[in-house]
């Protein structure tokens, strides 16, 4: 599973490593450290790419000399643009002569570093589906609503915008009022999430289903027509092994081969707030499919939110029932961002950074990563997002 989660950015980062490792001696000649750092940047993207880019290609039955082509080049590019950008760093302290000199670069470097790490890192958690987890299992996440939503305390929304205007900080703001502004300059509200019923759901769907069959057999036995009920009641005994399974042993592999269907969100997910909100997200459909994009775990659609608004792909190898409720808060956040005129997140595009940094999709993230949080702590806990504000990048609209 590390081979095939970390793709390229792993690789760039151990290229950024060991690239940056220069800086600790710096010395007057700025052009050969940068060269050194670009090298070995390069080299280790390169190696590290190769390795990864052979287990990717095993694990998902493609071409591995095409898979190890393919992550060694990006591993090391992102290496060598890696290495100039730390050379970069040297040479904008070399020329800072700053007192104490030496010092303040190791301290720049280390922030860097970590800075970079925590990205990467959170990179790769995101793709791998980690994120939102506690001890592998999800337990709460949360979604923030805005302006348009119903219900709102309106009083608390204008005693915000009152502070705002005196120019206290948003996070003063949020922990008075429970409202704050995101990146995109519009007021947000963070309301609890709710509980997953999946199993629930699978039950009663199965079970409904073996007592219309027999509700059939019984029709065809009273019409004489008995040559029709083999049919029926070998169906019903099929399903009665479904149901035996999801009452005993409810797991990945029964949404994948007996989900493929729509269905209503409020069947699968409890959440009375979310619902007050915005009614009409009570109408919208869920569907779990085997048949998706083989690269994504989910996603919204806004132009099909009363068809198939949000479709969870249970053929994805981070599909986990343990992460459902946060991939659920993802999406649904990605709902309320087009509801409410949010920032919007994207479509991946071939560029992860460009991606990861969208500021729909960070908000989309750290509304499935707020864990564990009692209403109380969610103003009492800052909001922590992967991505730092000034480097989000916010669009209006899906790309």
Do not use: C
């Amino acid at each position: 599973a590390a081979l095939q989660i970390g793709s390229a950015f792993i690789p760039g980062t151990l290229g950024l490593k060991l690239a940056g490792g220069a800086i600790k001696g710096l010395t007057p000649i700025v052009g050969r450290k940068i060269a050194q750092n670009v090298a070995t940047g390069v080299t280790s993207g390169l190696a590290s790419g190769a390795v990864e880019g052979l287990g990717r290609g095993l694990m998902e039955n493609q071409n591995p000399l095409k898979t190890m082509a393919t992550d060694s080049l990006a591993g090391g590019l992102l290496g060598g643009l890696g290495g100039y950008g730390l050379g970069k760093v040297a040479q904008k302290f070399e020329r800072a002569k700053l007192p104490n000199n030496k010092v303040a670069q190791e301290q720049y470097f280390n922030d860097y570093v970590a800075d970079l790490n925590n990205k990467t890192k959170a990179m790769a958690d995101f793709r791998a589906g980690k994120l939102g987890m506690n001890n592998g299992k999800m337990e709460k996440a949360y979604n923030f609503i805005g302006e348009n939503a119903q219900n709102i305390d309106k009083s608390a929304l204008e005693k915000a915008k009152e502070m705002f205007a005196q120019n206290l900080s948003n996070e003063d703001i949020r922990q008075n009022t429970g409202w704050f502004k995101g990146v995109d300059d519009k007021w947000r509200y963070e309301i609890p999430s709710g509980e997953v019923k999946l199993k629930d759901f699978f039950y009663n769907k199965y079970d409904d289903m073996i007592k219309q069959d027999y509700e059939m057999v019984d029709l065809f036995r009273e019409r004489g027509w008995d040559n029709k009920i083999d049919d029926y009641l070998k169906t019903a005994e099929e399903n009665k092994v479904i149901l035996d399974k999801i009452n005993n042993n409810f797991n990945e592999d029964i949404v994948k081969n007996y989900g493929n269907f729509n269905t209503k969100l409020p069947n699968i997910y409890k959440n009375d707030d979310l619902y007050s909100a915005y009614p009409e997200l009570s109408n919208t459909n869920i569907r779990f499919s085997n048949e998706e994009r083989p690269s994504t775990i989910a996603y919204f659609d806004p132009s099909e939110r009363g068809k198939n608004g949000i479709i969870i792909n249970t053929d994805f190898k981070g599909f986990s029932l343990d992460n459902l409720k946060r991939d659920l808060a993802h999406e649904i956040q990605h709902y309320i961002q087009d509801k409410e005129n949010f920032a919007k997140g994207g479509q991946y595009n071939g560029n992860w950074e460009e991606y990861f940094n969208l500021a729909g999709e960070a908000e989309a993230r750290l509304a499935g990563n707020r864990v564990n949080l009692t209403p109380k702590e969610i103003l009492e806990t800052k909001l922590m997002y992967d991505v730092k504000p000034e480097n989000q990048i916010v669009r209006f609209d899906y790309r």
